[in-house]
Structure formats: C-alpha cells, structure tokens
C-alpha cells in the first residue's frame, strides 16, 4: 500500500464513492471556517443600522447558516448525515472591506469531521446576505471562504497556515 496522498472519497477504481468510518473512533470534533462579503459603503451602513427592505439581514442569515449545516449531508453527495451538537455562526462588520465577515462553528462526538459543515454554514451565511441586500447592491462579492482550524480525528489539528483573518 503506498504512503501518498490519495482522495478518499474514490475507490481503487476511481469511482466516487462514501468513505466507511465504521471503525474509526469516536472523538470531538471542531471545525471553524470563515468567508466575507464586500460590498459598498452605503450597503454595509444599510445593512448594519438594520433598515433593510428584507428586514435583519445578520440575523436572517446567521438562522440560514445554521439551519444549512444541518443540512449539509442533503446538499453534498458524499457527506455523512451527522448529529452536530453545537453550530454557531457569528457576522461582523470588516470595515477595511468593505463589507461583513462570516465565522462559523461546528462541533460533534463522532466518527468523521465537520470540515464541511463549517463550511456550507459560511457559504449559505454570506449567500443569504447577498439575496438580501441585492436589490441596493448587486456587485456584491462573496470572498474568501475557507476551513480556519479543525480538531478531533485520527488526522489531528489543523489550523490554516498564517491565518491573519483577511481574505
């Protein structure tokens, strides 16, 4: 058996397949990612004084990042449906943008990581902003989306490398 890397979600084929973590162990597991809008000026003031025509903008999309990674084993094919204890999502202004940074968080007791449930949190978070801010700014940009740090597994910890928190 070769030491290289390989894709784990594709047999000895080649044919995408789902990984079995039956007999891996159960440990904590935390991933945390991050992504960013930028937008103009008079957007994020918008947004932020609360005034939009939609209504809370970071409120409705820190509910829709939740609710997304719960959902993320329906949105991509070879994800394992999970029992997340804890997703939390977090926006704030990021001025030098301009525009809105996303956090989020999930953590489990499991066989298999939460990489990609931080992630779809994020990406559905600032897809949520973008829906709700369109009408006043369509040239917004969504950037930057990324795994920040995970723990927990048989891989161990991982944090991304010169993480400065810009995009």
């Known amino acids: 058996m070769s030491d290289e890397p390989r894709l784990t979600h594709l047999d000895e084929r080649g044919r995408a397949t789902m990984v079995d973590v039956g007999g891996k162990a159960e440990t904590e597991r935390v991933a945390i990612a991050e992504g960013f809008v930028k937008m103009a000026p008079e957007t994020l003031a918008l947004i932020q004084s609360g005034s939009a025509a939609k209504g809370d903008v970071i409120a409705t999309a820190r509910i829709a990042g939740i609710m997304a990674a719960k959902r993320t084993a329906d949105l991509i094919p070879l994800c394992h449906p999970l029992m997340l204890t804890k997703v939390s999502v977090t ?15 999930a953590r489990l007791t499991g066989r298999t990581g939460v990489e990609m449930e931080a992630l779809t949190a994020v990406s559905v978070a600032c897809l949520t902003i973008y829906d709700m801010a369109k009408a006043v700014d ?9 795994l920040l740090s995970k723990t927990g597994g048989k891989s161990g910890d991982w944090t991304f490398p010169g993480n400065d928190g810009a995009p």
């Open 91 to 105: 926006i704030e202004a990021a001025d030098t943008l301009p525009g809105l940074r996303v956090e989020a968080m």
């Open 138 to 146: 369509k040239a917004m940009e969504i950037t930057g989306i990324r």
